[in-house]
């Protein structure tokens, strides 16, 4: 608290005796950590660029100076012995070492203390520790030996609950959270947390919308790094993730595709336990609950909960049938309707009824048939209150109550049967 209260009150004696914040900042550490008289030195460093030290009144101070007169004249004794005009002169400095230098500048880099040493090359951006491995440079010895341990494969920070190493003492820290569940980076937008301070960041951008990675090829934009890489694989084709259980291979999210084969599904739902191999899903799923339904037809304001079912019913208004049918050039809008298309050609039926045996070519028309042994009837009339276990039924009896007639009764069939042979007959008549 004194040496705080002394700082306050040498720092207002000088605020108008142009003291550079340097200068100041230097001999406030080196008084600290050397234990040193900080009067004394605030009025060394100012005495020794040229500035007289004054009071707020501008009058000299009588009891520093002759301190400072001493001190100057032992400094600058021992700093240079000038040779010649120029700064090519050989300089000793008054320690030990008796170390001697050409430059008047070495010495006053050689007498500083390693605070200031720091201080000094912080300031200037200079990074004098080169990596003979890969000529990296770095601004901190301590930064060049953890960047080493990337070439000798040292891992020297272990994890006593998992025995796995690490290089960095933070990737050490991420693993134990990540045991503990403990996430101390909180983002105030939506209260989630995270395990590094770098998730965080990047989660920010979600709520700022900055997206400061471009892509060079196609000028998206995107708010993480790793989904710009992922990106890019689109352009070169690149799918560098190889499944040792299926033989595919991804662009990204393997780890996704993996639980596919392990079975694993971690995402549960709260409200009805049932759980997902992927976030997505789950997400999805969780509409079904809510009645959520974000996703919007501009052309007939119907809403979807998911995106890609807009995208499916889009085509309605569009037209677009994008899948094609190899072996009659049928075209379909939806790949589900393709497939199933295709077992009309292949004769396959895959889905087998567990009552009796029967075996359907459409999951649809699986489903429709169970309704025969279980009894259900989904499809009620709101005009009788009769249901019906399939909804074609219902169209059906629904003409009973509208009038319509779409279809000809036995009698008109009959008619128009005859009419068409008569005249075919008469026809055959008139050839022969």
């Known amino acids: 608290v004194n040496f705080i209260s002394q700082v306050a009150v040498l720092l207002l004696q000088k605020r108008n005796t142009g003291f550079n914040v340097g200068q100041v900042v230097l001999v406030l550490t080196n008084s600290l950590f050397h234990h040193g008289n900080l009067e004394a030195d605030l009025n060394n460093q100012q005495s020794f660029h040229g500035t007289d030290s004054q009071d707020e009144e501008g009058t000299p101070d009588e009891e520093a100076e002759p301190q400072n007169r ?15 005009s120029s700064h090519m002169s050989e300089s000793q400095c008054d320690s030990d070492v008796r170390k001697t230098f050409k430059m008047t500048t070495s010495v006053k880099k050689h007498k500083q ?4 040493k720091r201080l000094s090359s912080a300031g200037s951006g200079e990074k004098p520790f080169l990596c003979k491995e890969c000529d990296k440079s770095f601004r901190w010895i301590s930064h060049l030996k953890s ?6 494969g040292e891992k020297p920070f272990l994890c006593k609950e998992c025995d796995k190493s690490f290089r960095y003492i933070s990737h050490l820290k991420t ?4 045991q503990t569940g403990e996430k101390p980076f909180l983002c105030k937008e939506c209260d989630r947390g995270f395990t590094q301070i770098h998730s965080l960041k990047s989660h920010l951008r979600i709520h700022t919308g900055e997206k400061p990675f471009l892509c060079k090829e196609c000028d998206r934009s995107f708010s993480q790094t790793s989904t710009l890489n992922s990106h890019m694989r689109t352009h070169t084709g690149e799918k560098p993730f190889l499944c040792k259980e299926c033989d595919k291979s991804f662009r990204c999210d393997l780890k996704r595709h993996m639980r596919i ?18 976030i997505t899903h789950l997400k999805t799923h969780m ?3 809510t009645g959520e339904k974000p996703f919007l037809c ?5 809403s979807f909960s998911q995106g890609c079912d807009l995208k499916r019913h889009m085509r309605i208004h569009t037209g677009d049938k994008p899948f094609l049918c190899k072996q009659c050039d049928t075209r379909f809008n939806r790949m589900s309707t393709l497939k199933d298309h295709m077992r009309t050609h292949t004769g396959e ?3 087998p009824c567990k009552q009796c045996d029967t075996r359907f070519n459409r999951i649809s028309t699986l489903k429709d048939h169970m309704r025969t042994h279980t009894g259900e009837k989904p499809f009620p009339c709101k005009e009788c209150d009769k249901s019906f276990s399939q909804q074609c039924d219902l169209k059906r009896h629904m003409t009973i109550h509208t009038g319509e007639k779409p279809y000809l009764s036995d009698l008109c069939l009959f008619i128009l049967i005859s009419f068409i042979f008569l005249k075919m007959l008469q026809f055959l008549i008139s050839v022969c």
């Open 298 to 302: 501009k052309e007939c304001n119907k």
């Open 70 to 84: 001493d001190q100057r004249k032992r400094r600058d004794s021992s700093l240079v012995q000038s040779v010649d």
């Open 287 to 289: 509409r079904t609950h």
């Open 349 to 351: 039926k895959p889905f």
């Open 175 to 178: 693993q134990m959270r990540s």
């Open 147 to 152: 960047h080493m341990r990337i070439h000798t």
């Open 113 to 116: 203390s390693p605070i200031e």
């Open 261 to 278: 084969h392990t079975g694993e599904k971690p995402y549960l739902c709260k409200e009805c336990d049932t759980s997902f191999n992927q």
